[in-house]
């Protein structure tokens, strides 16, 4: 169990966070990489900004000594694994996914072994473990163009999320068996509710993650990635968008195109529901100690390293 990691009042936090970690940032050589689902705040003070694929790229090409990652523990990991010699900090232990937890390692190891002649294509949101198991990784930007490189002869199995596993073997046009995981965040949107913001709304265009389930995409004018949805709403020559997807995005499309409105999907309760809970554990002040105190520190076995990193590897390659 991850124990979080709190400012407490003995914690002497400087009047200015963002200048004092400006100043950590050049002591450390430290580059800080946030997702797009972060608080505004933390977007704010980060080097690099992005989805899963852009961060893991960032991750891969940095010089910096010190990565410092915004995000989630599986995205984390994911630095450390093409990174061992770097130290890699997460602000809060705690801030997991729902979706990498719904994929034990021990039940999908007995899993895949139901299915040996299929390779396992696991999406980028899953823990070291399972990227060790996995013989490609993808992210929601790049999964139908890996799938497609697969000869159709060779069966597929793809972890852990089935939303986008079922909207990758829309595309792709090819049946995969597919893990039964799934986003906390990415399935509290209620269709019913979507319709009335449509009706509200008639000019708003709707755009998805294909992590949501297949009753809202069925609404969706665009399907695509946090940053495939980010271009979207910056090339569309709409002013309206209802936003199925972690609110955290919003942020950024607001900076970048501050005359269009950005209306949140609703969730199925009156609840911020569709808020990333374990994003939302990253704070500056946490952001700010554990650059101050190189700590919480990302490590793994480096047998499980070495395993995952070919993977990760081959989804570079094939990107």
């Given at each position: 169990m991850f124990v979080t990691a709190r400012p407490t009042a003995q914690d002497?936090?400087?009047?200015?966070?963002?200048?004092?970690?400006?100043?950590?940032?050049?002591?450390?050589?430290?580059?800080?990489?946030?997702?797009?689902?972060?608080?505004?705040?933390?977007?704010?003070?980060?080097?690099?900004?992005?989805?899963?694929?852009?961060?893991?790229?960032?991750?891969?090409?940095?010089?910096?000594d010190v990565i410092v990652f915004a995000g989630v523990h599986f995205m984390a990991e994911t630095a450390k694994i093409l990174n061992p010699q770097k130290l890699v900090l997460l602000p809060d232990l705690a801030a997991g996914c729902s979706l990498a937890d719904s994929c034990p390692p021990d039940a999908f190891a007995a899993f895949k072994a139901k299915y040996p002649d299929h390779i396992v294509i696991s999406y980028i949101n899953c823990t070291a473990e399972i990227k060790a198991l996995s013989?490609?990784?993808?992210?929601?930007?790049?999964?139908?163009?890996?799938?497609?490189?697969?000869p159709l002869a060779q069966g597929i199995i793809f972890a852990p999320d089935r939303n986008l596993g079922r909207y990758v073997m829309q595309q792709a046009e090819r049946e995969m068996v597919l893990w039964q995981g799934s986003c906390m965040v990415h399935e509290t949107f209620s269709e019913?509710?979507?319709?009335?913001?449509?009706?509200?709304?008639p000019n708003a265009e709707v755009i998805a993650h294909p992590e949501c389930e297949e009753a809202v995409l069925r609404h969706a004018d665009f399907i695509g990635s946090t940053s495939a949805l980010l271009k979207y709403t910056a090339e569309s020559q709409s002013t309206q968008f209802i936003i199925a997807?972690?609110?955290?995005?919003?942020?950024?499309?607001q900076k970048a195109q501050p005359q269009k409105e950005f209306i949140p999907a609703p969730p199925i309760n009156n609840c911020a529901c569709n808020e990333c809970p374990h994003m939302r554990l990253n704070t500056l002040e946490k952001l700010y100690l554990a650059m101050r105190d190189r700590s919480p520190e990302i490590t793994m076995p480096e047998e499980i390293r070495l395993a995952a990193l070919h993977p990760m590897q081959r989804m570079l390659s094939m990107s």
């Open positions: 002497r936090l400087p009047i200015d966070l963002v200048a004092a970690i400006q100043e950590l940032k050049q002591s450390l050589n430290a580059v800080i990489l946030a997702h797009y689902y972060q608080d505004a705040e933390i977007q704010d003070v980060a080097d690099f900004i992005g989805d899963s694929l852009e961060l893991s790229r960032r991750a891969a090409s940095t010089d910096a013989d490609i990784i993808c992210t929601s930007s790049n999964a139908v163009k890996i799938v497609k490189q697969i019913k509710k979507l319709v009335q913001l449509k009706i509200n709304h997807t972690e609110p955290g995005i919003i942020h950024q499309m």
